[in-house]
């Protein structure tokens, strides 16, 4: 099994030979500065209970956390969106590692981001994913857990010179993005499990989510 790490390492190292020097060299002054700066004073953390929500998937259809969490935990995934290369290695090692064993625990898994619903399912459909995504308007959802964050303008330009303008695949048009995070919710909306990643090459691994769920009470 290939860790998310180790694919994280070949993207990165497939950026720098192939991408202009000066656009590598923002992204990596912007994870330097996100690491340092570290997870946001006051986020999610084990314990706390998640208020009730309701978000649209891939097809338009709202689907709640009380249905996300009505036969056992719920393995909720924050990423950035379909544009972002570490989070596509994630949602597709997800769906390989992670998705086949969930059974086990009566686990739902679900992908969350801030782009449009038909932007989701172009997301899910391009990565095979048969797991829930989710569209979170607004980052109104992950804002509300302290998960969010701005990315600097340095970024968002060298973003563009690549092509990618990520307020074009967004209802409201902004540049605010969640940091890569997973939780485990229970049937109670108790938070079970939390793994922030402010530096958003990161990720959480498959075998971590599984190990965290072989801790709960079944």
Known sequence: MTTIAEQASEVKAVAASR????????????????AAG????????VGDTL?????????????TLEELTADGPAVIVFYR?????????????????????????????????PETPDTSLSTQEKAELTYTVLSDPGVE?????????????????AQR???????????????????????IVDRDRVVRFVDIHPD??????ADGILAALQTLPS
């Open 19 to 34: 991408l202009p020097a000066e656009v590598v060299a923002v992204f990596e002054s912007d994870q330097a500065a996100l």
């Open 38 to 45: 570290g997870v946001p004073a006051g986020a999610v953390s």
């Open 51 to 63: 208020a009730p929500f309701a978000l649209s998937d891939a097809t338009g259809q709202p689907r």
């Open 81 to 113: 969106g379909g544009w972002c290369p570490y989070c596509n290695v994630a949602l597709r090692t997800y769906q390989q590692d992670l998705l086949p064993h969930l059974g086990a625990y009566s686990a739902r898994l679900v992908a969350i981001s």
């Open 141 to 157: 959802l992950a804002s509300s857990l302290g998960l969010t964050f701005e990315p600097s303008e340095e970024g968002l330009a």
């Open 161 to 183: 010179k690549l092509g990618v303008d990520i307020r074009t695949t967004r209802a409201d048009g902004g540049t605010v993005l969640p940091m890569p995070t997973v939780l």
């Open 200 to 205: 958003y090459t990161g990720r959480t691994e």
